[in-house]
C-alpha cells in the first residue's frame, strides 16, 4: 500500500487494481477450501506417437470447477496457490489423485504412464521426496508408471537448486520433461547438464507454424537439438491435421494437442482410449 501513502498524485494505486487483490484473495480463501475438501479434480489428456499413433502416456491436468465462478483456469488458480503458499497442499492432492489412477489403470491392464505437473516452489519443498516415497509404496506404483513434468521457466527461477532437487527425483527411477520448451532462456550448457528425459515444445511454437515461418524453423531446431541430446521429443498444442503432418515431416516423437483429443475426466480416459484404439485398424 506504499502507493496510497502516496497519496492521489500516484498512478500505481487504482480501485480496479484493489478490486484485483479482492478477487485473488477471495479467489485464495475459496481455494483453500476446495484442496481440503479434495474438490480439485484430475483431468488427463493423451499424448501420441506420432509414427505409430499408439497413445504414449497422459498428462494430468488439475481443475477446479468453482462452486459461483465455474471452471478457473489451471494456469490462474496454480499461480494463486504458488503466491499464497497452497502449492504444497495442491501438489499433493493432485499427486495422491494421480497414483490412485495410475493404479486403476495398471489394475485394468492398461500401461501408459501419466505425467504431473510440479511447480517451482515444489523443488523447494523438503518433504517433497518422502511424499513421492510413501506414495510409491503405498500404491505398489512402478517408477515408469509416473513421469513429472517442470517447466523451463520453473527451472530458471534457480538453475542450480532446481539441478539439485531434479537429480533427487531422477534418483526414484522416473522420468523427467522439460514443458514449455523454449520461452524458458534456458541456455543449451545448462540443458545438457540436466539428467531429463524429454522435452515439449512450447505450444505457441506448435500453433505458430503454419503463419511463421520463424516458428516454424525454431520448431525443426527443437526437434533436431533434442534427439542430437538423445531426448524425445514432445509438440504441445497440436489442433490441426496440418500441424500433425507437419510434424511427422520433422521427425517429431509425440504430439499432444485438441486435434487428437482435449484434456477430459481421468476416468473417462478408459473409454476415450479403447474407443481411439479400435480407430487404428
Ligand atoms: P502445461 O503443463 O503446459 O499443460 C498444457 C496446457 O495446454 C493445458 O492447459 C492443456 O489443456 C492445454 N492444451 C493441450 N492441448 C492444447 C491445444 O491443442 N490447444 C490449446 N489451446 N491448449 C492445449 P491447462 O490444463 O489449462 O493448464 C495450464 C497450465 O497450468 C499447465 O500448462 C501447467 O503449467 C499448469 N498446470 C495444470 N495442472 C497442473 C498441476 O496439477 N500442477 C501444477 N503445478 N501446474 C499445473
Ligand atoms: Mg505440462
Ligand atoms: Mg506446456
Ligand atoms: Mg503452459
Redesign the pocket.
Known sequence: FEAKRRGSDSAVFTPELEQQRTNRLALMIDLRRAIEQKA?M??C?PKIDLATRRIRGA?????WQHPAHGMI???EF?KI??TSGL?TP??YH?LEA?FQQIYAWHDMGIDQPLS????AR?LRDPALIDKLKNLFSTWGTRPDWIQF?L?ESALMEDPVGALDAIRRIKALGVELFI??FGIGYSSLSYLHKLPVDAI?I??SF??AMPDSAISAAIVQSTIELGHRLDLEVVA????TESAWNHLVALGCDTA????MA??MPAEQFRNWQVHYESSLH
Do not use: C, H, W
Not at 59 to 63: D, T
Not at 116 to 119: A, R
Not at 236 to 239: D, I, Q, R
Open positions: 480439485l484430475l483431468y489428456q498428462e494430468g491436468l488439475v481443475r483456469p489451471a494456469e496454480v496457490a504458488e502449492i495442491l501438489t493432485v494421480a504431473v505437473n510440479l511447480s515444489d513434468e517447466t514443458d514449455d515439449k512450447d505450444q506448435v500453433m504441445e498444442g497440436v489442433e499432444q494437442g485438441f486435434y482435449r484434456p
